[in-house]
């Protein structure tokens, strides 16, 4: 995220989300639990709704959503 830009217009979100995956881009199960992760990005995407739209119910449904996608 940091290596994107995103982090300076979104304050503390690269930060937030750096450590969630290795160097190779694949998401580091043993330091994080996928679940916690998503329920993370739900709040950080509330923020960001809020930001962009003044409405963080532009995002409601996004852990279900992922859950429900990634469960099989």
Do not use: C, I, T
């Amino acid at each position: 995220m940091g290596q994107l830009g995103l982090g300076r217009q979104f304050g503390g979100l690269a930060p937030r989300l750096d450590g969630a995956f290795r160097a190779d881009g694949v998401f580091a199960h043993d330091r994080l639990r996928f679940f916690d992760f998503v329920d993370d990005v739900e709040e950080l995407l509330e923020e960001v709704a809020w930001q962009e739209w003044g409405n963080k119910e532009a995002v409601d449904g996004f852990e279900e959503y992922v859950m429900w996608h990634y469960s099989g």
